[in-house]
């Protein structure tokens, strides 16, 4: 098997894994928002499962990395995964918070800049050139944020020495142009598909709707393969220089002549 076909079928099946988590975790989400909360027990079960839910996705993404780099799925090693997991997500959350204040702030940003620029360049660098421009920027600063926290999670999960693995990630291009393949996915051509209606009917519009969903779906998978196998082949890589854990002495057996 040659390697363009083999890192299809891997890619392949990565993204498959990606898609059955989160299938899983849509169908937990679903059930989790169905939780009333007219009560304190109420909202202390939909707490718990919110967390739970977080647990799954931390354990499900934990034991695709440890199985990428052939890494033995410990209870320790998942569990850390799970726990580093969950506080990406939450720093993530707190990044996208402060993206999105950026961006309720685009449109006057944009006015103020259109009208400090001389009119010969007021046609170029127009108030919606320069509204989509923050935009794309807001949205690329989140998944650059998503890519770097998983990078983090990965070198946690998978390596004895957490900063030289996170350390050989960001020193491999392959990761740099997964994740630049990564951001464009994610903020422009996701946005760009969901945002499109052909206009031609109602049963038009929601076959493609469904169409484009799904497109998104294996797209959005695709590309976090892709990413997930840049930092497998990066952490896998140490091994070939080295171990990642720290070398130990070891006693002389025999005397030397």
């Keep these: 098997m040659n390697t363009s076909r083999l890192t299809f079928r891997r890619t392949a099946i990565v993204a498959l894994q990606q898609i059955t988590l989160a299938a899983l975790l849509f169908?937990?989400?679903?059930?989790?928002?169905?939780?009333?909360?007219?009560?304190v027990f109420e909202v202390l079960i939909s707490i718990v499962f919110a967390l739970l839910i977080a647990g799954i996705a931390g354990v499900g993404q934990s034991l695709i990395a440890l199985r990428l780099t052939s890494r033995p799925a410990t209870v320790r090693r998942v569990l850390l995964g799970m726990a580093a997991f969950v506080l990406a997500v939450l720093l993530w959350y707190g990044v996208s918070?402060?993206?999105?204040?950026?961006?309720?702030?685009?449109?006057?940003?944009?006015?103020?800049?259109?009208?400090?620029?001389?009119?010969?360049?007021?046609?170029?660098?127009?108030?919606?050139?320069?509204?989509?421009?923050?935009?794309?920027?807001?949205?690329?600063?989140?998944?650059?944020?998503?890519?770097?926290?998983a990078a983090v999670v990965f070198a946690v999960v998978t390596c004895t020495i957490p900063v030289r693995g996170f350390w050989a990630i960001l020193c491999t291009a392959d990761y740099w142009l997964s994740l630049l393949l990564f951001v464009v996915v994610g903020?422009?051509?996701?946005?760009?598909?969901?945002?499109w209606t052909p206009g031609h009917g109602l049963r038009v519009e929601v076959l493609s709707l469904v169409a484009r969903m799904l497109l998104v779906i294996v797209l959005n998978a695709a590309t976090i393969a892709l990413l997930l196998q840049a930092m497998a082949r990066a952490v896998v890589g140490i091994q070939s220089v080295g171990t990642d854990a720290p070398v130990t002495s070891q006693p002389r057996t025999a005397e030397m002549p």
């Design 97 to 149: 918070f402060g993206v999105g204040h950026f961006i309720e702030k685009a449109g006057l940003w944009a006015g103020y800049l259109n009208s400090r620029f001389p009119a010969s360049l007021r046609h170029v660098l127009s108030f919606q050139h320069l509204l989509l421009c923050f935009l794309w920027i807001g949205g690329g600063v989140k998944w650059i944020a998503a890519g770097l926290l």
């Design 187 to 195: 903020a422009v051509l996701t946005g760009a598909l969901m945002g």
């Design 27 to 39: 169908l937990l989400i679903a059930g989790w928002l169905h939780i009333p909360d007219a009560n």
